[in-house]
DNA sequence: AAGAACTCCTGTTGGC
DNA sequence: TGCCAACAGGAGTTCT
């Protein structure tokens, strides 16, 4: 599911209900997501205030004053529901229920001092929940190999031309690489190379010269990168399934999509004549147009 | 050592 | 209608 917009999206709906509240109760359902919970994970988090939620990646960070900080990554299916103060027991959406009466797949609850209650809910269990020290962030498993945040100023023609510079992977799979630029997943990848005008498989390389140097492609590839982005944080990110806000809200920057899942229909540069082309590449689907992306 | 394939998991969809 | 393969917003691990 989500990508660095909707991610973004997520922790602009937790913030409100999580910064300044103190976690009175978790209820952790099973032992694991994709990975195992950390030892004592209720009891390590109650008492303790949440002093501030950030985005790194794909990553939220819930910086805890008992010195910890809370790393959730919600994988393909994972979503935040708040229950405001008040709001009792069902939530809104909650349809799917077990046999023992709990809403399906619902994995976690947070309960804070405030009476808001936040459920984590992750069909596929791909998503994660770690707890690490707050002064080793940067340093720890989860953070070390990842690369440069694509919304933040380092973003430019020139970054991007040496980090691709030399590598023959192809540019889809290269702005895939949470190690070169951390953020994107697939939905924006296609959007931004098909914004750039780029052939999702040309070399990564090509966008910069033997000697490195950016070519004009560079700096074209980074600007839609950073527009693209803003475009869908502005959007509220993309709901193609079941992405929803941590409020039940939709985002609907789905509406705005060039090629994302628009194999066959015509595309949308004017004159082009061509329709958008579904591909597989390292097993997941690339949409582009022929006409309009170059290698 | 880069790059591609395989893997985790459940649910939905589209073709026969 | 049923059945089954393909596919889904991610990314760690394992191969070549």
Do not use: W
Request: positive net charge; glycine residues 10%.
């Amino acid at each position: 599911m989500p990508e660095l917009p909707e991610v973004e999206t997520v922790r602009r709906g937790l913030e409100p209900a999580m910064v300044g509240a103190r976690f009175v109760a978790v209820e952790q359902r099973r032992p694991d997501l994709r990975f195992p919970f950390p030892a004592r994970f209720p009891a390590r988090l109650v008492g303790a205030r949440v002093e501030g939620l950030s985005r790194r990646a794909k990553y939220l960070v819930a910086d805890l004053s008992s010195g910890e900080s809370l790393i959730m990554h919600l994988g393909m299916t994972g979503r935040f529901t708040v229950a405001a103060p008040g709001a009792g027991g069902a939530m809104l959406g909650e349809f799917h229920h077990e046999a023992g009466g709990l809403p399906a797949h619902d994995h976690v609850v947070f309960s804070f001092d405030t009476g808001a209650r936040i459920t984590y809910n992750d069909v596929r269990r791909f998503g994660y929940m770690d707890l690490v020290p707050t002064a080793g962030l940067a340093t720890c498993r989860h953070f070390a190999t990842l690369g440069l945040e694509p919304l933040g100023n380092a973003l430019s023609g020139e970054v991007l031309a040496d980090l691709f510079a030399r590598r023959i992977a192809p540019l889809k799979a290269a702005l895939l690489d949470q190690r070169l630029i951390a953020g994107l997943g697939n939905i924006y990848v296609c959007e931004a190379l098909f914004r750039a005008r780029l052939h999702p498989e040309a070399p990564a390389g090509s966008i910069a010269t033997k000697t490195g140097r950016p070519r004009a492609s560079a700096h074209r590839l980074a600007q839609t990168i950073r527009a693209v982005l803003e475009e869908a944080v502005a959007a509220g990110g993309s709901t193609l399934r079941d992405f929803a806000h941590a409020d039940g809200s939709l985002g609907y920057f789905q509406h705005a999509f060039q090629v994302y899942d628009r194999e066959g229909e015509p595309c949308v540069t004017p004159g082009c004549g061509h329709v958008v082309r579904r591909i597989v590449q390292s097993g997941r689907s690339t949409f582009f147009c022929e006409g309009c992306q170059r290698r």
